[in-house]
């Protein structure tokens, strides 16, 4: 079973729909981060959260609103999608990143959405 | 804004040839740097990383770092099919706040 899991995998909606994107994970990390991909446009960070009691936006939040339920559960949600929010989401859990670790980021396989 | 630039892409080289990526940064207080290899439609995956200035060797890849001209490189020698894919450069802002900051990628693309 992967590391870190994402829910769904492909998903199809309305403008105007209520959507939420889960990822959960394995590895005991406390950092993790939602990130959206565009052709052509890198990864860009949406919202990221170093514990259960710590949410911060990204450099594209808007739009979007996130749940950090648990230590292994860190949702996404597009309150009212619309369809420029048409987008590979990716979930990422890390360490802290001092002398014992690398803070590399472990990727889920992502989440394609479409917003009709 | 922090800003990561790549080279512009795509990047084609025959197989065997060496190829080369590069990328600037902006943040002058990045302290350590991430290159992520994704291939179309799967997520990325670490392949280098690098902290020190100079040179850091893992099979065919070598990272090289210049902190003074906020400079990382990625040479692929002997470069292979299987390395067609996206190469991604991702600085680390350091500090306990850290969080990385993604270029928008180099299609690498090698041909048999």
């Known amino acids: 079973d992967a590391d870190v899991t994402q829910t769904p995998r492909n998903r199809i909606t309305k403008t105007g729909k209520r959507i939420m994107l889960e990822c959960s994970q394995t590895k005991g990390h406390d950092r993790m981060y939602w990130y959206r991909q565009d052709p052509g446009l890198g990864l860009r960070l949406i919202y990221y959260?170093?514990?259960?009691?710590?949410?911060n936006k990204g450099e594209i939040s808007d739009g979007y609103s996130v749940s950090r339920q648990a230590q292994a559960k860190f949702s996404l949600s597009l309150e009212s999608a619309i369809p420029n929010q048409t987008a590979l989401y990716f979930c990422?859990?890390?360490?802290?990143?001092?002398?014992?670790?690398?803070?590399?980021?472990?990727f889920g396989e992502g989440s394609r959405l479409t917003v009709l | 804004q922090k800003e990561v630039e790549q080279n512009s892409g795509p990047l084609s080289v025959p197989e065997g040839a060496i190829a080369s990526l590069n990328c600037t940064y902006s943040?002058?207080?990045?302290?350590?740097f991430f290159w992520y290899r994704q291939y179309s439609g799967k997520s990325p995956e670490l392949i280098m990383f690098i902290y020190s200035n100079g040179d850091k060797e893992d099979g065919r890849f070598t990272a090289q770092l210049n902190k003074a001209s906020q400079y990382v490189s990625l040479l692929i020698r002997d470069s292979q099919p299987s390395d067609s894919a996206t190469y991604l450069c991702?600085?680390?802002?350091?500090?306990?706040?850290?969080?990385?900051?993604f270029g928008k990628g180099t299609l690498l693309t090698v041909n048999p």
């Open positions: 959260s170093f514990d259960v009691k710590d949410i």
């Open positions: 991702a600085p680390n802002s350091g500090g306990s706040n850290y969080k990385l900051t």
């Open positions: 943040d002058r207080g990045s302290q350590s």
């Open positions: 990422a859990t890390s360490d802290f990143g001092g002398q014992a670790n690398t803070g590399e980021l472990f």
